[in-house]
């Protein structure tokens, strides 16, 4: 069903598209512009970020204006359930990344990166992996390390408020002296929720976030992928992962971008963990059995990532290759395959 709306939506974008000649490009890291060329969103909130996100990462401001990336949201039932869920989308970032890596050029050159914009994302403020993912976790564990969090700006009565270096938590304390000691709503948290730019991350659910966007004959796939996994095969796959040592998963996590399927965790290359998961997320798909009008079900969308592994290579190596044929990289844009898709 997901999958068909954004098809929907996509077949109206682009008759909009045509209508008024706006190019596009399936591509998860802007390969074209200097960020200095990029307009600055005029939003109240933006300007705050602006000035405050590269104060804690060198690439902040290219995640802000040049990065796109497929995010998925999944619930979750339990404290044990959310805790298994959010393992599963740390542990396999660097396969997620190695998987939909699909962003290799900046400023019209290769960057020497399959996933830049997974690079960008770890030299991002607020961004990576949380250290508490590696222990024990609950939810008062992760509210903790939240309200700790510096607060990046707050809105208040219409008004926008640039940080102190106070965190949520001296907010929650009363000690905001710009407001008088007034304490914050649930909105005011819900609001410092979405400023915590982690791969993985929990609101009212929880967000994976570490895909590079693609093109629509891929873009299904990666929800596809993990919903198998984690609504099909949720024990077999945490049983998998859950003894991984945190400096092998931060080691492969700083290695996929560059290194993609040839990074190596927990001895293994990533395209060996592929295979694995693979097999793992279509036998949990085949269990939920979510079936489309023509009786097929979900397994349908793992197509592209069968091909990547079949073949040894990510889209950002198909991208590459052609570049160094034509040494620009015209063919990005113009292309219809970027809104074309039928499915569930």
């Known amino acids: 069903m997901v999958c068909s709306e954004n098809s929907s939506h996509f077949n109206e974008l682009k008759e909009v598209f045509s209508s008024v000649s706006i190019t596009t490009s399936s591509i998860a890291y802007d390969p074209f512009n200097k960020l200095i060329e990029i307009p600055v969103s005029p939003k109240e909130r933006y300007k ?12 902040s401001l290219d995640m802000m204006y040049k990065t796109a990336g497929i995010q998925i949201n999944y619930d979750y039932t339990s404290e044990e359930d959310f805790e298994k869920k959010f393992k599963i989308g740390n542990y396999l970032a660097p ?9 290799p050029f900046n400023e019209t050159k290769p960057s ?3 996933s830049y914009r997974g690079k ?7 961004g990576g992996i949380m250290p508490i993912t590696f222990e024990k976790l609950n939810f008062e564990k992760y509210i903790d390390y939240a309200i700790n969090y510096p607060i990046l700006f707050l809105k208040k009565k219409g008004k926008y408020f640039s940080p102190n270096g106070q965190t949520f938590k001296d907010f929650l304390d009363g000690n905001l002296n710009f407001l008088k000691g007034e304490k914050p709503s649930l909105e005011d948290f819900e609001n410092h929720l979405g400023t915590i730019f982690t791969e993985i991350r929990l609101k009212q659910v929880i967000e994976f976030r570490s895909l ?9 796939n990666g929800p596809s992928f993990f919903t198998g996994l984690i609504y099909g095969s949720l024990d077999e796959t945490y049983e998998i992962i859950k003894n991984w040592e945190k400096e092998e998963v931060m080691d492969a996590y700083l290695n996929a971008p560059k290194q993609g399927f040839n990074t190596l965790l927990k001895n293994k290359k990533l395209i060996d963990w592929a295979k694995i998961f693979l097999d793992i ?3 949990g798909l085949d269990k939920r059995n979510e079936l ?7 397994t349908i969308y793992l197509k592209h990532i069968e091909e990547i592994i079949k073949n040894k290579k990510t889209r950002a190596e198909i991208l590459i290759e052609q570049y160094n044929k034509t040494n620009n990289l015209n063919f990005l844009v113009n292309h219809d395959e970027n809104f074309s898709y039928s499915g569930f």
Request: glycine share 8%; proline share 2%.
């Open 112 to 114: 020497g990166y399959l």
């Open 281 to 283: 997320s279509k036998k």
């Open 292 to 298: 489309n009008k023509s009786g097929k079900n979900e």
């Open 212 to 220: 590079d966007t693609c093109n629509f004959s891929c873009i299904c």
């Open 48 to 59: 705050i970020m602006t000035s405050e996100m590269p104060k804690g990462g060198k690439l």
């Open 95 to 103: 396969l997620t990344i190695a998987i939909f890596a699909n962003s």
């Open 120 to 126: 960008v994302w770890q030299e991002t403020n607020r």
